[in-house]
């Protein structure tokens, strides 16, 4: 099956600007995740979609993150308006229920940094 | 605080074995995760604790003590490719599996 796909792979932007970020789930996952890593930080957990609904998204920083995910496939994240902490890798991930026998599938991230 | 700790980096020779330890300190648990991460790609699934004990999967064997909040990834006969991140991480809850906390992250260095 094919992974989980996360475009683009890099993006750089200026600091004002808006920038989204997209994740392609595996195929039939209800399940998908938004991570975080900033530089010499731990991943840290944004948000959880099952099918169309956020679950949890106790971990977005601010309003100016926004996550959809419209039809229960893909989803989206937007940053607007981007500030330069907001620089780091953001991580997708995917599973069909809970993790604990399929350990979540990872995207290879979205590196974004803001200049 | 919640904190999950794991050394920065280690280094080992090839064939050698390494031992990654990882301590948690989480509001809940209900499981424990290892992940191998190469630069630039995807973390990938390695194991999944949360009974006490040892789970063993061919050169990689991971180790869990609820009460000490404890586990720790064992490789062995190391191989060149196994050069990578090693991230311990903890599921805190129950109703919200894909919470989960991570550790910084271990790289681990294997040399000729």
């Known amino acids: 099956e094919a992974g989980v796909t996360q475009f683009p792979s890099h993006s750089v932007i200026e600091k004002g600007q808006t920038v989204t970020l997209r994740c392609d789930p595996i195929?039939?996952?209800?399940?998908l995740y938004w991570y975080r890593r900033v530089m010499g930080k731990e991943i840290k957990f944004l948000l959880h979609?099952?099918?169309?609904?956020?679950?949890?998204e106790s971990g977005m920083p601010n309003n100016r993150f926004l996550a959809e995910r419209t039809g229960g496939t893909y989803s989206t994240l937007k940053v607007q308006p981007a500030e330069l902490e907001d620089s780091g890798v953001y991580f997708c991930?995917?599973?069909?229920?809970?993790?604990?026998?399929?350990?979540?599938?990872f995207g290879s991230g979205t590196r974004l940094t803001v200049v | 605080g919640q904190n999950i700790d794991q050394p920065t980096e280690m280094t080992a020779t090839e064939g050698a074995i390494v031992q990654i330890n990882c301590t948690y300190q989480?509001?809940?648990?209900?499981?424990l995760f290892w992940y191998q991460q190469h630069a630039g790609e995807a973390p990938t699934f390695l194991s999944y604790?949360?009974?006490?004990g040892l789970e063993e999967k061919g050169r990689f064997s991971s180790f869990l003590s609820r009460s000490k909040g404890y586990s720790y990834l064992l490789l062995k006969e190391l191989q060149m490719k196994d050069s990578a991140s090693y991230l311990c991480?903890?599921?805190?809850?129950?109703?919200?599996?894909?919470?989960?906390?991570f550790g910084a992250g271990t790289q681990v260095v294997v040399t000729p």
């Open positions: 991930a995917s599973s069909r229920g809970g993790g604990q026998d399929y350990g979540y599938t």
């Open positions: 195929s039939g996952h209800d399940n």
């Open positions: 979609f099952v099918k169309e609904s956020k679950q949890d």
């Open positions: 989480t509001s809940g648990f209900n499981g």
């Open positions: 604790n949360v009974l006490d």
């Open positions: 991480a903890v599921s805190p809850r129950t109703d919200s599996w894909g919470k989960l906390q």
